[in-house]
Structures are given as structure tokens and as C-alpha cells.
């Protein structure tokens, strides 16, 4: 008899057949309060689906925007009810990577599914129909699949009972922007006619949940919402110019699995590039869009197996992600948004254990995010940087959510905050009035953080343009100012209160 088998209590199921479906299906013993309403919500709408509109309790409960935290279980919100309801569930996904590791996932659970994609030959096309009407009970799609109209009328005839949206809020993240089908989700909705329709999302602000609303449902959703806190996930913010030198150090210091996450494609590759010369062995691998199919299979499943390994990767790698055991996670470049960055920052700790999130930030994003009112979706990130206060109050403020007691963020936890490269190279300049040229402070600092980083690591991993960068945003921001008349071109600290009251 097997472990799971001594567990198992016919009794106990007789009368729950959502608990039995979880547990025969998936090895899930226990489900939590907000799957059980979610699943509650989606089979009473579905016993009720010949109700008049004008019942709106009934209606809107088959008509969900359900926003629960990264790790919290969604994914079981719509397969048990797929398990029990008499028709196939649509699932829509954001990126084919995400399609694919969920259909791995369902068939380990046994929970038979066909999957549909672009450039798919007649011969696979017409084998999936042959499964749903064979009984498979999840079909799965993207955005732009579904804006094929001889596929809307081929699943019109196959009795579609719930349509869900994963990661929901790209509705309105991607839907005016690169990614137009997003938009005609509300025709397809409406065209397939399925009676329920759920949309889940682990992120999202006022603004963005009406929109959601607005495009899929009409306006006219039940939302079904969680506490938005991980209180497992501790944030700190590491103020630095040579962004690259400080996740070096993070890197050496905080727990692994680690995910390191980079603007760009190439700043991908070059981190885990300076990360395998820092460590002296192929600890780092990168992870990006521009990636062949068999290349992004073999880095997941070498970061998924890893204990000790750290992923540089582009937003690309971040949703639906499912290694459960990362210890740290690390943002180069800052997210344009609350969300987004809640989203990408709760890929840690989905075990359940305490993670890490360290957003490197610059006088370059200070400036930038200056430009947006503290109460829009971008200023909130400087808020979230800069705020004297509880970095996690911040974020939760930015999605109107509730009050959170932190002790889980590096002001509360009263870590002290150090700007080590712009405190170096200012206090080189305050010492030095008028002495040092750019040119020459670059040397003098490219000298001094070697030295330091030589009896850290036994190299010399700075580099005159790490320099240049920090001396530069010194400039930009005029914490120093080059000089005219005598001392031309030589430097100084820059007069913030004189500033300031010109500005004034």
C-alpha cells in the first residue's frame, strides 16, 4: 500500500466530490478558502446557467475576475471544476511556454487535454477534435490562435462550458500595445457562448482590473479577491550605479536558487557571462524570447533541477514559472509597474519559505521615474524604492489593497541603506575639491574597487565604464558638478540646497 493510499478515507469524500477530485486527480489533500469559493462559485454557476440575466447574484458568479497571490494555487481553481462539469474547458495562456509546461502539469494529474497553436498541420488539428470529443476536458490556446474564425466555429460545435484567462491582467498590459488579440477576447468570449467565464490574475490595480472587466465581461464580474501580501517574500532595494557589480555580490552572498532579471537580451547574456568568470565554474545560465525551443527546454529544466544555480533572464521566463524552491530573486532594471514587479518578485518562495527581492536601483531610475506623479502605476515604483516607510505597504497601496504589519522588508527589518559606489566616488570629490578631472577620478575609482574586489573574489571585475556609469548619474543628478573659469572641467559636490531654491 502506498503513502497516499493510507491517507485515503472513502468516508471523508463521500459527500465532498471536490475534495475526491482533488485528491484521486492531483494528491491534494487540502484546498484552501479562497479555491474552494473560486470552485464553488464556478459549478453554482454552471447548476444555474439557464438563469435570466436579471439574476444577477447567479449570472456574475459564473463571470469571475479572481485575483490570488503568486503560488497560491490557481491553476486547481479551473481544472477540478473542468474534472466535474459536463463540456471542455478553454484555457487561455499568455505564452506558449506557459501552454506547454501546463499540459505537461495536467497530464501528470491525468487530466486529458489538446492543445492549440500556430502553424499546427490538419492532421494534429483534426486529432485534437477527435480527443475532445473523446472525452478530453481541457483545451488549451493563446490570444491569437483563437482570432482564427474556422477554429471559433469548430469549437462552437464541441459545447465549450467554462472559458478561463490566465494571467488576466495582460488584458490590459499587453492588449493596446503589441498584442492587439488581447482585445478581441470579449467577441470570442461572447461568440463561443460559453455560460462561465473566469479570469485569473495574481496582480492588478484598480485601473487595470476595470479594464479587464470592461473587455472580457462587459463591465459586469464578480471579483473574487485574496489578500494580495506573500508575507514569505522580503523586499530590500541595493541603491548602486554599476548595477552588474552589485548582483555580482548578491550573487555571492544570498541564498541560491537565485533568478537575476535583465532588461534586454544581451544584458542577459552578459551577466551570466560575468557570473561564470566571477564564480570560476557554469553556475549561471541565461534565459530570453530569442531562445529555439530546444534551448529554452534544456535551460528550464536544468534551472528547475537546480540547487545552486542562477538564471539571468528576461520577463520573458517570468510568468507561470514553477520552481518552488527559489531563495532570491534580483531586478537589474526596474518593472514599469507595481504588478509587474509583485508578479516577477513572487517567483521566490512559492514553497512557502522565506525569499528574498532586491531591486538594484539607480540615480538614472530616480530620474527617469521622476517624471510620473507618485499616484500613477510607474511613479509608484519610485515610491516603492525611496519611501522612508514599509517598502511592502507601498506595493500593496499601488494594487488598493489591505493594511499588511511587515517585518519583511529591509526598512522595517532596519537594514541600513548604503550607497557604496556613489557614496565612494563622492566622497573622493568632497575630499578632493577641484582636483579630479572625470578621467581621473574613473582611474582612481576603477583602482579602488578592484583592490577591494580582489581580496573579495581574488579578481579584478571593475572595469573603467563601470566607473564612467556612476560618474556620469553624479553628474546628470548634480550631486556633483563640474566646474568653469579656473578649475574648468574639474569637480565638485554639487549645492542641493542651492538647487533647490532656485527651483523654487
Partial sequence: MSDSDKFYDESVYENDVVAKAAFESFGIRYLYPWQRMVIANILEAFEFKDCEEDDFDSFCKGRQIVLLPTGAGKSLCFQIPALLLDGPTLVIYPLLALMADQQRRMQEGNLKSVMFRGGMSKEDYDLNFKKIRDGAKII????????????????????????????????????????????????????????????????????????????????????????????????????????????????????????????????????????????????????????????????EKWFYDSKDGILCATCAYGMGVDKKDIKTVVHLETPKTAEAY??????????????????????????????????????????????????????????????????????CLNVKQVDVDYELVCSFVRKNRNYFSEDSLNEKIVQFMNEKSRAFSGLNIWTHLDSAKIISQLVKSKKIIRQNYFWKNRLKIGDVRKKENVDS
Fill in 342 to 411: 509583485i508578479q516577477e518578485a513572487g517567483r521566490g518562495g512559492r514553497d512557502g519559505s522565506i525569499a528574498k527581492a532586491f531591486l538594484i536601483w539607480s540615480l538614472e531610475d530616480s530620474m527617469l521615474f521622476g517624471e510620473f506623479s507618485d499616484d500613477s502605476r510607474e511613479g509608484s515604483m519610485r515610491l516603492f524604492a525611496e519611501t522612508d516607510d514599509c517598502r511592502r505597504q507601498v506595493l500593496l497601496d499601488a494594487l488598493g489593497g489591505e493594511k499588511a504589519y511587515c517585518e519583511g522588508c529591509d526598512l
Fill in 140 to 299: 488549451i490556446a493563446n490570444p491569437e490562435v483563437l482570432q482564427n474564425p474556422q477554429l471559433i466555429e469548430d469549437l462552437k460545435s464541441v459545447g465549450i462550458v467554462h472559458i478561463t484567462i490566465d494571467e488576466a491582467h495582460c488584458v490590459s498590459e499587453w492588449g493596446d500595445s503589441f498584442r492587439p488579440a488581447y482585445l478581441g477576447l470579449g467577441d470570442v468570449i461572447k461568440e463561443l457562448g460559453a455560460p462561465l467565464i473566469t479570469a485569473f490574475t495574481a496582480t492588478a490595480s484598480g485601473g487595470v482590473l476595470e479594464r479587464v472587466s470592461q473587455i472580457l465581461f462587459d463591465g459586469m464580474a464578480h471579483v473574487v479577491r485574496s489578500e494580495s501580501d506573500r508575507a514569505n517574500i522580503h523586499y530590500f532595494v541595493r541603491r548602486a550605479g554599476a548595477k552588474e557589480k552589485e548582483a555580482l555580490f548578491l550573487a555571492k552572498t544570498e541564498l541560491k536558487p537565485m533568478i537575476i532579471f535583465c532588461g534586454t537580451r544581451d544584458k542577459c547574456e552578459n551577466m551570466a557571462q560575468e557570473l561564470n568568470v566571477f564564480f570560476v565554474k557554469r553556475i549561471a545560465k541565461f534565459y530570453h524570447a530569442g531562445l529555439e525551443k530546444c534551448e529554452k527546454d534544456e535551460v
